[in-house]
Antibody
Framework: EVQLLESGGSLVQPGGSLRLSCATS????????LSWVRQAPGKGLEWVTS????????YFADSVAGRFTISRDTSNNTLFLHMTSLRVEDTAVYYC????????????????WGQGTLVTVSS | EIVLTQSPGTLSLSPGERATLSCRASQTVSSNYLAWYQQKPGQAPRLLIYGTSNRATGIPDRFSGSGSGTDFTLTISRLEPEDFAVYYCHQHHIAPPVTFGGGTKVEIK
């Protein structure tokens, strides 16, 4: 059974940093791209970033490029989102999502999602 | 960046009725790269349809997708109580960036 479990969300001041984790199981971690998608309170879905399974290729939304990085720990099948220079507008539930199609990074729907972790940026 | 516009914003229907949700793209999207998700309050999105018309695993056949080019449709043939939720379309053709529509809320009339 595929499972994704996010953690690390909290209240942080503007300009601060935070690291989110997504522990995964039930699939070949190295074969599938993983992504972060966020949802501001009462709003729609916004893609944040995606990283390839084994390619090392990563892409970022313009709104977070240069402030967020994404990484994978293949020994523990865990995905990370490193967030710096946080802004009030980064406040959202952050979901980890798995690519449905192997190998491709962004040209794929997301077939499994975690339950999300809330990041609140406020002074 | 491809912008996806969903309409209507809210659809008020009764159980048993047919729901038709629209997703219009700002430029052509290959039919292989258009998906739909369902999201209920407090829950993560759930993949319903991929490749415009293919139901994801475990999705009942009252859900169907169609369309091509810039116009895509999600149809729920007869609404069940558990179908009242928000629905999002998603294009992953011209990506990055991946983009989502703004959502259509299907509410009980």
């Amino acid at each position: 059974e595929v499972q994704l479990l996010e953690s690390g969300g909290s209240l942080v001041q503007p300009g601060g940093s935070l690291r989110l984790s997504c522990a995964t199981s039930g699939f070949n971690f190295n074969r599938y791209a993983l992504s972060w998608v966020r949802q501001a309170p009462g709003k729609g879905l916004e893609w944040v970033t995606s990283t390839g399974g084994s390619s090392g290729t990563s892409y970022f939304a313009d709104s977070v490029a240069g402030r967020f990085t994404i990484s994978r720990d293949t020994s523990n099948n865990t995905l990370f989102l490193h967030m710096t220079s946080l802004r009030v507008e980064d406040t959202a539930v952050y979901y980890c999502a798995k690519a449905r199609n192997p190998v491709v990074v962004t040209a794929t729907p997301f077939d499994f999602w975690g339950q999300g972790t809330l990041v609140t940026v406020s002074s | 960046e491809i912008v996806l516009t969903q309409s209507p914003g809210t659809l008020s229907l009764s159980p048993g009725e047919r729901a038709t949700l629209s997703c219009r793209a700002s430029q052509t999207v290959s039919s292989n790269y258009l998906a739909w998700y369902q999201q209920k309050p407090g829950q993560a999105p759930r993949l319903l349809i991929y490749g415009t018309s293919n139901r994801a695993t475990g999705i009942p056949d009252r859900f169907s997708g169609s369309g091509s080019g810039t116009d895509f449709t999600l149809t729920i043939s007869r609404l069940e109580p558990e179908d009242f939720a928000v629905y999002y379309c998603h294009q992953h053709h011209i990506a990055p960036p991946v983009t989502f529509g703004g959502g259509t809320k299907v509410e009980i009339k």
